[in-house]
């Protein structure tokens, strides 16, 4: 059993920062790949960007430059900086994880991003 908690959504204003925070419980959180997703208002969730164990990223085009993945093994930690921030970037932001077989998922964080 693997419990993700997200943390540091809120409200920002165009052009401005967050970053988010997703602790796992997992006791061997270092082997695992860790990944954001996002999930507007009446949409599909997407894919935001992926950090394997090697370090190895992966970002959707739409914030490519942008948002920064990493992980810290030693807080069983996984970040998500997010700069330059758009009000297309409104969503609720998931962290998920893939555990023998079983995907895993946080209970969410909003982001609004304000014009």
């Known amino acids: 059993q693997v419990q993700l908690v997200e943390s540091g959504g809120g409200l920002v204003q165009a052009g401005g920062s967050l970053r988010l925070s997703c602790v796992s419980s997992g006791s061997i959180f270092s082997i695992y790949a860790m990944g954001w997703y996002r999930q507007a208002p009446g949409k599909q969730r997407e894919l935001v960007a992926t950090?394997?164990?090697?370090?190895?990223?992966n970002y959707a085009d739409s914030v490519k430059g942008r948002f920064t993945i990493s992980r810290d093994n030693a807080k069983n930690t996984v970040y998500l900086q997010m700069n330059s921030l758009k009000p297309e970037d409104t969503a609720a932001y998931y962290c998920t994880t893939t555990v023998a077989g079983r995907q895993y998922w946080g209970k969410g964080t909003l982001v609004t991003v304000s014009s």
């Open positions: 950090i394997a164990s090697t370090g190895r990223t």
